[in-house]
């Protein structure tokens, strides 16, 4: 709140990359405070100005890593939206490791989500998207799966490319449940 200076549901988006669906999604959703989450600085600076031409005025950035963000700076059930698009594959075995999605990361970002909230993900890699669905099934908090392209969602630059190598496109969405 304090950062928007308003009341509003939020949206968090993890790995905006240059903001092309930051700009779009943030100004089709004025009602709504946007939190972007970028630690590649030359991606936030040109998201900030993409989010300018949008004239997306409900957008903050922050350059800092998004899993210690949401953990020390987001309390539990106040997310109401979340974005992962093409969030880096990690593809060498040896990194998967690394991958955002990870049963931990999963509990951790679940638990921000207020109920019904809806957390989007797409990727271009088949391996990383089978690993989503199995992380995310496995998660009690979620109910979800594997759904057609979200036609709200901008083709974005990583989009392009992923197609261009000959890869398909995996969006999922997931819901927040009531856990008892």
Same mark, same amino acid.
């Given at each position: ?7 509003? =549901? &939020? ?10 669906t930051t700009a779009a999604l943030a100004a089709s959703r004025p009602e709504?405070n946007v939190l972007a989450l970028e630690v590649w600085r030359p991606g ?7 989010v300018a031409d949008a004239g997306a005025d409900n957008v903050r950035f922050?350059?800092?890593?998004? &899993? ?13 939206? &979340? ?5 880096? =594959? ?13 049963? =931990? ?66 969006? &999922? ?8």
């Amino acid at each position: 709140t304090r950062w928007f200076g308003r009341e509003a =549901p &939020l949206v968090v988006e993890i790995g905006g990359g240059v903001g092309e669906t930051t700009a779009a999604l943030a100004a089709s959703r004025p009602e709504c405070n946007v939190l972007a989450l970028e630690v590649w600085r030359p991606g936030v600076a040109e998201g900030l100005g993409r989010v300018a031409d949008a004239g997306a005025d409900n957008v903050r950035f922050c350059s800092v890593d998004a &899993l210690w963000t949401v953990e020390n700076l987001l309390p539990e059930a106040r997310i109401t939206e &979340l974005w992962t698009f093409f969030p880096d =594959p990690w593809h060498k075995k040896r990194h998967h490791k690394r991958r955002l999605v990870t049963p =931990p990361n999963a509990r951790l970002l679940a638990s921000r989500l207020v109920p019904g909230a809806t957390w989007r993900l797409a990727t271009d890699w088949a391996d990383y998207a089978e690993q989503m669905v199995e992380v995310l099934d496995a998660e009690p908090a979620l109910a979800g799966g594997v759904v057609e392209r979200w036609s709200e969602r901008p083709v974005t630059k990583f989009e392009r490319k992923g197609l261009a190598a000959g890869r398909s496109i995996t969006d &999922l969405r997931y819901e927040r449940v009531s856990v008892d």
